[in-house]
């Protein structure tokens, strides 16, 4: 494993705001996905149209969201185990550039490649 513990520092406290983040976005997503619920009896039918494409959007929205955070809190937990920057398949070192754009990432380059 080539992290330093500083690089583990930084690369938690990168995590942890992710995850708050996505905790005040999810906030705001619950607002946006309630819209329908309430607006339903007053509104026209094609306006519903609209908002229930907007919720589904918002939905999905939300969906990844809880995915992402599940991946932050994974990616701590390898953290506090040691296991971080270790890919999850095979088990080489994960490329720290790549860590760098999503420190949340479980896997190598090539792993991540043959999942898509
Ligand atoms: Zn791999």
Do not use: W
């Not at 920057?85 to 790549?98: H, I, K, L, T």
Request: glycine content about 6%; charged content about 30%; aromatic content about 2%.
């Amino acid at each position: 494993m080539s992290l330093s513990k500083t690089d583990l520092q930084r690369f938690k406290l990168l995590l942890l705001s992710q995850k708050a983040e996505l905790l005040k976005a999810g906030e705001t997503g619950q607002q946006a996905e309630q819209v329908v619920e309430l607006d339903q009896t007053r509104i026209g039918r094609l306006s519903r149209m609209d908002a229930m494409q907007a919720q589904a959007m918002s939905l999905e929205t939300g969906r990844r969201r809880r995915i992402h955070i599940v991946e932050i809190d994974a990616a701590i937990e390898r953290i506090n185990t040691g296991d971080y920057g270790e890919c999850y398949e095979c088990g080489e070192d994960v490329n720290p550039r790549r860590l760098e754009a999503d420190p949340s990432a479980s896997l190598c380059i090539k792993c991540a490649e043959l999942q898509e």
